[in-house]
C-alpha cells in the first residue's frame, strides 16, 4: 500500500475510532469510555497489532494535533464569559498555578533521573503538563522530540481526565471553581473538556488554569535544561 494512503487510512480509523467511542460513552458514562482516552488506547492497539510505527501514524494524524493550536485559543471565549469569577479570585489561581507547576516540573525531573533518560528524553517529558501544542514546540527548542512530547502529554492529560472524576467522589471540592482548578492543572486540554462537562464556570476556570500553567511550565523546563 502507498505511504499516502496508509496516512489516510490511519487519519479515517482515529476519526472513526473517536466517532465510535463518543457513541458509547453518551450512552453508558464510564470514564474508560471517554473519548480521548479510548481513541487514544485503541489507536495504541491497532499500531501494536499491525506492526506500524508511531512516526507512520503521524504521518496520516499530524493534521489533527495542529488543530489543537486553534481548539486551545477558542478557549478563551468562555474565559471572558466568566471574567468577573475569575478577577475575584485572581490571586488563588495564581497561587494554584505556582505551586501545581513547580510540582508538575519537579515531577517530570524526578522520573527522568529515576528512570536514568537521556538528555533529548528528558526534554521530551518536561514539557508534559503543558497543552500538547506548547509541550511540542518547547521541546523541539529544548532538545526534545517533539513527537515523543505529544506522546507524553496525551498520557498525562488522558490519565489525569480520568483519575480527576473519580477524584471528585473522594475529595470535597463542592465549588465550580475548584473542580476547575483540578482539572486544569492536573490534565491540560483533556481535563478543560472533562470540566466543560460539569459546567460552564469549571471550564471557564480549568481553561484560565491550563493556559497559565502552560505559561510557568515554558518558563521552568526551559530553566532547568539549562
Not at 501494536?48 to 478563551?76: E, N, Q
Not at 532538545?143 to 498525562?156: E, M, R, S
Amino acid at each position: 500500500m502507498p505511504t499516502e494512503l496508509k496516512a489516510a487510512a490511519w487519519a479515517v480509523a482515529t476519526l472513526a475510532l473517536y466517532a465510535v467511542s463518543r457513541v458509547l460513552y453518551r450512552r453508558w458514562r464510564r470514564w474508560w469510555l471517554s473519548p480521548l482516552l479510548f481513541t487514544w488506547v485503541a489507536c495504541g492497539a491497532l499500531l501494536v497489532v499491525l506492526g506500524t510505527s508511531y512516526r507512520d501514524y503521524l504521518r496520516g494524524t499530524d493534521w489533527l494535533v495542529a488543530l489543537l493550536g486553534p481548539a486551545t485559543v477558542a478557549f478563551a471565549i468562555p474565559i471572558y464569559e466568566q471574567r468577573r469569577t475569575i478577577a475575584r479570585h485572581w490571586a488563588v489561581l495564581l497561587a494554584g498555578v505556582v505551586a501545581g507547576s513547580a510540582i508538575a516540573v519537579a515531577v517530570s525531573w524526578g522520573l527522568a533521573g529515576l528512570f536514568h533518560l537521556t538528555p533529548d528524553l528528558r526534554a521530551s517529558l518536561l514539557p508534559r503538563s503543558i497543552t500538547t501544542p506548547f509541550a511540542m514546540a518547547v521541546s523541539e527548542r529544548i532538545g526534545g522530540l517533539p513527537a515523543l512530547t505529544a506522546a507524553f502529554t496525551a498520557v498525562t492529560g488522558l490519565f489525569g481526565a480520568a483519575v480527576g472524576e473519580s477524584l471528585l467522589v473522594w475529595l470535597p471540592l463542592r465549588s465550580a471553581f475548584a473542580r476547575g482548578a483540578l482539572f486544569g492543572m492536573g490534565a491540560h486540554g483533556a481535563g478543560v473538556a472533562k470540566a466543560r462537562e460539569l459546567g460552564e464556570e469549571e471550564g471557564a476556570v480549568a481553561g484560565l488554569i491550563m493556559i497559565f500553567a502552560g505559561l510557568v511550565n515554558v518558563l521552568g523546563a526551559a530553566l532547568l535544561v539549562r
